[in-house]
């Protein structure tokens, strides 16, 4: 995260890469339930450069790069021994050729439009707080919630 939004990746491949290419539209959200506290940011995701996307994956331990590079993620799997066989060749790619990315790994921003705080209280009477803002750059609008 930073100024410019939240930063996750995905493969292009996968489902959720696929329903990002359809509809560039996503929320997050966090939970702690101990604390009785969320937060969800929703917005437009925008795609990082290839150049961005590799380094992002170039910085992640090798043995995720593998698992990008098969690129099956919830396709359905006929044994755990193809699959162990697919990523021990994955790796072993990875381990001659160290700068080894799969193309369709992408990287996105999320630029939040709608920021929502939400504490929980014991008699379900919760505190809720929407931000708002009408485009990537307007000003934050505070809207308390009912429960």
């Known amino acids: 995260m930073d100024a410019g939004g939240w930063r996750f990746a995905v493969h292009a491949d ?3 890469g696929r329903q990002l290419a359809d509809v560039p539209r996503a929320a997050l ?3 702690w339930p101990l604390q009785g506290r969320q937060v969800r940011v929703r917005g437009a995701v925008e795609p ?3 150049e961005q996307s590799a380094a992002d994956l170039l910085a992640r ?6 698992e990008a ?3 099956r993620q919830s396709g359905h799997l006929e044994s755990l ?3 162990d066989q697919a990523f ?9 050729d160290p700068s080894l990315v799969s193309p369709e790994w992408t990287l996105y921003t999320l630029v939040p439009v709608q920021i929502e705080f939400w504490q929980a209280d014991k008699d379900r009477v919760h505190t ?5 803002r009408s485009g990537r750059r307007g000003p934050w609008e505070t809207h308390m919630l009912w429960p």
């Open 14 to 16: 996968s489902p959720k």
């Open 29 to 31: 959200t966090f939970y």
């Open 48 to 50: 990082a450069s290839p």
């Open 61 to 66: 331990a090798p043995s995720a790069r593998a």
């Open 69 to 71: 590079l098969l690129g």
């Open 81 to 83: 021994d193809d699959r």
């Open 88 to 96: 021990r060749t994955a790796l072993a790619r990875i381990e001659a």
């Open 128 to 132: 809720r707080l929407r931000y708002e």
